[in-house]
């Protein structure tokens, strides 16, 4: 007698419940890729959570010495064809500037494949190398880009501003320097007009930033800002900032320290927690809370 | 630089945020900078402070540091003594402006249920610190993946 391979239950599981089953796993690589080889359904509800985030860095520590990897996970994750999934994308390089160079054609046709971006994070974006043809590299991510996370960007106020206009649907913007010296401040550009006014209604994270032209253009431009949220350290032009989203500002992340202190870069934020795992309600004695 | 935090103007304001690294690191500055940002809070919503705390800040309360502890008791003492100093602020903070408190922190999934414990033990010691002007509302306990 041959023996016959019964089909796993597993296979039978709507899909529906296997994506309950993996959304619990969200952020344990491991058990994610372990779900992923299981069948094809499981794949397919695993994957997406697996590609959720594509970074590339040098550091330190790179095999070759600290030179970019670039444009290597970019081609790998597109000749796989997982650049869809991907949701975050960040660029953070040392001492390796993000210039038109780093985007020749076939790159740009691979950066071009990351069609449900939500979230593009770049160090030392030179956005005067990009003008006037910026909107070429980056104006695809317009329809699904809601947060931009930029390091050390290098341009005049207006050049940023107008970079941060080509997103209409943009809602969070984090603009982190490393020294609050230094940030030069041209006047390259100063007639352009931003293309476009997103909502900008999330959260702003500025660190050691001192570009109050910049703030002010936002408003003028932006018609107002309208955070809801903001984490501001070592920041020149932090009343202007309060003052404009007076009417929105529903929290606000602020250093003891700052802004002679001790730098404290601190990772992520309360305010940022989309996932949340527990909160426990001890019993209150003030009412209202 | 306590002027350019006025936060008289922000209507809707109900969480206000710091690290928990930052108030030790500002020393006795921390308490007055604090309160004087409280102080301009005209918002009626009721307010939230969330402090922030790294894992290495609480990691002499986790419970595997339990056996160890005999061979780092000047670690728990001192961290023992930095985490009174800070209940000591928040007290001096609740009289200003009442606020319900967050403990809050950023873990990887294994260490999720130890740094709760860990929280949980600061707040418990605190409350039983005859000296420290612990708060009439019970903080509350969070963490999230990171």
């Known amino acids: 007698m041959t023996p016959t391979l019964r089909p796993s239950p597993i296979a039978r599981l709507p899909q529906e419940l296997i994506e309950l089953i993996i959304s619990d796993l969200i952020g344990y690589t491991s058990a994610l890729l372990a779900c992923s080889m299981t069948c094809y359904s499981w794949y397919i509800a695993a994957v997406p959570h697996l590609h959720h985030t594509l970074t590339t860095r040098n550091s330190l520590t790179c095999s070759d010495g600290g030179k970019s990897n670039w444009p290597r996970p970019l081609r790998n994750s597109y000749n796989l064809g997982l650049l869809p999934f991907v949701k975050q994308f960040h660029f953070h390089t040392f001492c390796d500037p993000f210039t038109p160079e780093k985007l020749d054609r076939s790159t740009l046709h691979h950066f071009s494949a990351l069609t449900n971006l939500q979230e593009l994070g770049i160090g030392e974006l030179r956005v005067p190398n990009f003008m006037p043809n910026i909107q070429q590299y980056f104006g695809?991510?317009?329809?699904t880009l809601r947060s931009l996370v930029l390091w050390e960007p290098v341009g005049s106020s207006r050049q940023i501003l107008y970079f941060i206009g080509l997103f209409s649907k943009l809602q969070d913007l984090r603009i982190s320097y490393v020294s609050s010296v230094d940030q030069r401040e041209g006047m390259a550009g100063a007639k352009l007009v931003p293309l476009s006014v997103p909502p900008l209604c999330g959260r702003l994270t500025l660190k050691c930033f001192t570009k109050e032209k910049l703030v002010k253009d936002m408003i003028t431009f932006f018609g107002g800002l309208r955070f809801r949220y903001m984490d501001l350290f070592k920041v020149k032009c932090v009343r202007l900032l309060l003052g404009a989203c007076a009417d929105t500002l529903e929290g606000l992340r602020l250093y003891p320290t700052d802004p002679y202190g001790e730098e404290l870069l601190s990772r992520g934020g309360s305010s940022e927690r989309t996932q949340a795992i527990i909160r426990r309600k001890p019993r209150s004695r003030v009412p209202g809370f | 630089m306590c002027r350019d935090f006025d936060l008289s103007r922000n209507s809707s304001l109900r969480t206000l945020e710091t690290?928990?690294?930052?108030?030790?690191?500002?020393?006795?500055?921390?308490?007055?900078?604090?309160?004087?940002?409280l102080s301009t809070i005209t918002s009626p919503l009721p307010l939230e402070l969330v402090i922030n705390y790294e894992m290495f800040e609480v990691r002499s309360y986790s419970r595997w540091y339990i056996p160890l502890q005999k061979f780092y008791s000047n670690e728990r003492a001192a961290d023992t003594l930095i985490h009174q100093e800070r209940f000591k602020v928040f007290g001096e903070?609740?009289?200003?402006?009442?606020?319900?408190?967050?403990?809050?922190?950023?873990?990887?999934?294994?260490?999720?249920?130890?740094?709760?414990?860990?929280?949980?033990?600061?707040?418990?010691?605190?409350?039983?610190?005859?000296?420290?002007?612990?708060l009439p509302c019970e903080p509350v306990i969070q963490y999230f993946a990171c």
């Open chain 1, 140 to 143: 695809h991510f317009t329809p």
């Open chain 2, 19 to 37: 690290t928990a690294a930052s108030i030790t690191a500002a020393g006795d500055a921390a308490s007055g900078f604090l309160k004087t940002v």
């Open chain 2, 93 to 134: 903070m609740y009289a200003v402006r009442p606020f319900r408190l967050v403990l809050c922190a950023g873990v990887s999934g294994r260490f999720s249920q130890d740094i709760v414990w860990a929280l949980e033990c600061i707040v418990e010691e605190a409350r039983k610190d005859e000296n420290s002007n612990y």
